[in-house]
T-cell receptor, first 109, second 114 residues
Framework: GQNIDQPTEMTATEGAIVQINCTYQ??????LFWYQQHAGEAPTFLSY??LDGLEEKGRFSSFLSRSKGYSYLLLKELQMKDSASYLC??????????WGAGTKLIIKP | GAVVSQHPSWVICKSGTSVKIECRSL??????MFWYRQFPKQSLMLMAT?????????EQGVEKDKFLINHASLTLSTLTVTSAHPEDSSFYIC??????????FGPGTRLTVL
């Protein structure tokens, strides 16, 4: 079966760095997406990785290891507004997105 | 770019009535759109995949006669919740597939059935 695993909840301090991990098992693989979802709002696109390595976009970076079925989202210089759920989603061989349950990130002052 | 709108943003209706939700891709054409449902503090649940000009593909456990989907153009998909009941109260979110298979989400519609 297809499966995406990510931690349910994480807590970090304002100004710090946090890494949210995601492991995936899919039938075929065409890339890995990260989305941010604030409470009561729809998800917004953060990043897409299809090749191994690190993609940096401002304070946010995303890493992919295809051989390990593993990705992480790295958030630097955390701000209170980064408190949200972070969704990992893998694109399978049929180009369908398989969604993780999301990681709720709590930022403390 | 890649803006998706949804209308209405919230709706309250009586039990037994039908509610139509519109999803529009404003600045791009979307052959494929998706409809999700999300209950409070739960993850996104895919309801159906909507393809322009053809029948929608429903996920297991989603009643196609209750949740009618129409994707009549490359910029518009509609979801009609027929004979709504209180248990249908939820946050309904649509998304449109981009050229790299990413999904761009609409702002969501909060449905409350009394």
């Amino acid at each position: 079966g297809q499966n995406i695993d990510q931690p349910t909840e994480m807590t970090a301090t304002e100004g710090a760095i946090v890494q949210i991990n995601c492991t995936y098992q899919t039938s075929g693989f065409n890339g890995l997406f990260w989305y941010q979802q604030h409470a009561g709002e729809a998800p917004t696109f953060l990043s897409y990785n299809v090749l191994d390595g690190l993609e940096e976009k401002g304070r946010f970076s995303s890493f992919l290891s295809r051989s390990k079925g593993y990705s992480y989202l790295l958030l630097k210089e955390l701000q209170m507004k980064d408190s949200a759920s972070y969704l990992c989603a893998a694109l399978d061989s049929n180009y369908q997105l398989i969604w993780g349950a999301g990681t709720k990130l709590i930022i403390k002052p | 770019g890649a803006v998706v709108s949804q209308h209405p943003s919230w709706v309250i209706c009586k039990s037994g009535t039908s509610v139509k939700i519109e999803c529009r891709s404003l600045d791009f054409q979307a052959t494929t759109m998706f409809w999700y449902r999300q209950f409070p503090k739960q993850s996104l649940m895919l309801m159906a995949t909507s393809n322009e000009g053809s029948k929608a593909t429903y996920e297991q456990g989603v009643e196609k006669d209750k949740f009618l989907i129409n994707h009549a153009s490359l910029t518009l998909s509609t979801l009609t919740v027929t004979s709504a009941h209180p248990e249908d109260s939820s946050f309904y979110i649509c998304s449109a597939r981009g050229e790299w298979f990413e999904q761009f989400f609409g702002p969501g519609t909060r449905l409350t059935v009394l």
